[in-house]
Nanobody
């Protein structure tokens, strides 16, 4: 399985970004997918999860600000991030949830205050 996240960038606090994850996974449609992030010096943590049927879960710190969605036909997962805060600054990755295999390339999100 190959995974690649894109869409990161530099944004001011309060701004928005939309991340996209492209997966080459024959079983994409039946797997739950997650967005993870890793800030410098921190471990990589799950922030949003979407089940195969579209049910979504979020960690409390992003609940109400982030929205995860998926397009099974395109094998893509999205993360709409609104009301961004400096503490959201991290490299964001996608993977199955729970994660499996090799991590793909992440995308850097930098939120300035």
């Amino acid at each position: 399985v190959q995974l690649q996240a894109s869409g990161g960038g530099l944004v001011q606090a309060g701004g928005s970004l939309r991340l996209t994850c492209t997966a080459s996974d024959s079983f994409f449609s039946i797997n739950a997918m997650g967005w993870y992030r890793q800030a410098p010096g921190n471990q990589r943590d799950l922030v949003a999860r979407i089940g195969s049927g579209g049910s979504a879960n979020y960690v409390p710190s992003v609940q109400g600000r982030f929205t995860v969605s998926r397009d099974n036909a395109k094998k893509m997962v999205y993360l709409q991030m609104n009301s961004l805060k400096p503490e959201d600054t991290a490299v964001y990755y996608c993977n199955r949830a729970p994660p499996e295999g090799k991590w793909g390339k992440g995308t850097l999100v930098t939120v300035s205050s």
